[in-house]
């Protein structure tokens, strides 16, 4: 007779042969099952350590390599639980899938709010603009963030966008657009890191329906008050360095985000020439702007103004550039009825009523792009001096009695 010590005689450790077990495990074994791996079914089994730590665990075959998956602890996952895991991983890895895969993908799933911010970085090289990526981030922060900020972002669907959406979308329709553009551009990006497979903001459109979109146009003195604006700012007690590039703006028939951060490095005054670089122009060329007899003058007195010491031409304060909506204050105080923008529409009634100079030239002064195809091949040159002649015109009709 052998004893029970006889090693020939000990309990097998390998896995026996014959059928594979199913459902092998009950919850009162499970709570007081002893030291080892005990097999359940589908490759899952209960792991007791030397310690008496009780965990799940189940061996797959993963694209013809042998893994080891580990399904939480005994206190965190009950039999049923680990069964109904195990019973997903394995129909997933003869689907061709990897469960260790998926599991690292859920466990590092960022939030929207989170996938936004990388969206929203990884854009910021792009973005002309330096305020560009707040404002691209403030819209999402204010009515997406609030219910799926905290989502994963591989769990966003349609229903939460429309919920995002249908408050705004008629009532502010230029901002729901831009929210839903925002919102497409970061569910896009994971569906590019295959973090989801699909983009909810695809689906809303028939749902939301059409905007019906009142068309504003820019507010826009008519040319001949432009004189007397210029005159009423220049008498008034704004801040010197607003009032500048106000005057400089009008002059120029620039955009007012180009004279905000026009830089002295864009001067040349021997030249009489403002070079915008591509990166500071809405059409991404670069632009060349002819400088009046009285541009220049402003130039001198704003560099006096802040002893040239800074990169910037116009400062609202020591070395710091103006306010967006300086400008806009100072105009609304003294009861000019334009924004900043709308002085380029000014100018442009101007240049076609009073003057005789060619559409061509009035357009290249005003940065446009030429939108037909065959004419912008043939249209290399900016025109330069005869835009010079153009701008010398305005600032003459500007200077003369209104």
């Known amino acids: 007779m052998h004893t029970v010590n006889d090693p020939a005689h000990s309990p097998r450790r390998t896995k026996p042969k014959g059928c594979h077990p199913d459902k092998a495990l009950s919850a009162p074994f499970v709570r007081s099952a002893p030291q080892g791996r005990h097999a359940d079914g589908n490759g899952l089994y209960l792991f007791v350590q030397p310690s008496g730590t009780r965990s799940w665990i189940q061996r797959l075959v993963v694209r013809g390599r042998r893994r080891e998956l580990g399904l939480g602890s005994v206190r965190l996952v009950s039999l049923a639980e680990a069964r109904e895991k195990a019973l997903v991983n394995r129909k997933l890895a003869r689907?061709?899938?990897?469960?260790?895969?998926?599991?690292?993908?859920?466990?590092?799933?960022?939030?929207?709010?989170?996938?936004?911010?990388?969206?929203?970085?990884?854009?910021?090289?792009?973005?002309?603009s330096r305020s560009h990526a707040q404002t691209w981030l403030s819209g999402l922060q204010r009515y997406a963030f609030p219910r799926i900020g905290k989502m994963p972002v591989s769990e966003v669907s349609s229903a939460d966008v429309l919920e995002i959406l249908s408050p705004i979308w008629h009532v502010k329709?230029?901002?729901?657009?831009?929210?839903?553009?925002?919102?497409?551009?970061?569910?896009?990006?994971?569906?590019?890191?295959?973090?989801?497979?699909?983009?909810?903001?695809?689906?809303?459109?028939?749902?939301?329906?059409?905007?019906?979109?009142?068309?504003?146009?820019?507010?826009?003195?008519?040319?001949?008050?432009v004189g007397a604006a210029i005159r009423t700012v220049r008498a008034s007690t704004g801040a010197p360095g607003v009032k500048l590039a106000f005057e400089f703006l009008v002059l120029t028939a620039a955009r007012w985000g180009e004279v905000r951060?026009?830089?002295?490095?864009?001067?040349?005054?021997?030249e009489g020439v403002w070079t915008l670089p591509a990166k500071r122009t809405k059409a991404n060329?670069?632009?060349?702007?002819?400088?009046?007899?009285?541009?220049?003058?402003?130039?001198?007195?704003?560099?006096?103004?802040?002893?040239?010491?800074?990169?910037?031409?116009?400062?609202?304060?020591?070395?710091?550039?103006?306010?967006?909506?300086?400008?806009?204050?100072?105009?609304g105080k003294h009861k000019i009825a334009a924004v900043p923008h709308g002085f380029r529409s000014s100018f442009r009634d101007w240049a076609a009523e009073e003057t005789d100079h060619p559409r061509e030239v009035i357009e290249a002064a005003l940065a446009h792009v030429v939108r037909n195809r065959v004419e912008a091949a043939y249209a290399r040159s900016d025109l330069f001096e005869r835009r010079r002649r153009l701008m010398d015109d305005w600032a003459g009709y500007l200077a003369g009695p209104s």
């Open 261 to 270: 951060w026009a830089e002295w490095s864009e001067i040349d005054r021997d």
């Open 173 to 225: 329709p230029d901002m729901a657009g831009k929210l839903r553009q925002h919102m497409r551009a970061v569910l896009e990006w994971a569906v590019a890191m295959e973090l989801r497979l699909d983009n909810p903001c695809d689906r809303v459109g028939p749902v939301l329906g059409p905007q019906h979109k009142v068309v504003e146009h820019m507010r826009a003195l008519p040319h001949r008050k």
């Open 95 to 128: 689907e061709g899938g990897d469960p260790l895969a998926e599991k690292r993908r859920a466990e590092a799933m960022p939030s929207f709010s989170e996938a936004a911010m990388r969206v929203q970085e990884q854009k910021r090289a792009g973005w002309r």
């Open 285 to 331: 060329r670069r632009h060349r702007v002819p400088l009046c007899g009285r541009a220049l003058e402003i130039l001198e007195a704003a560099r006096a103004l802040g002893d040239g010491a800074g990169p910037l031409v116009f400062t609202g304060r020591p070395g710091r550039a103006i306010e967006e909506k300086q400008l806009r204050r100072l105009l």
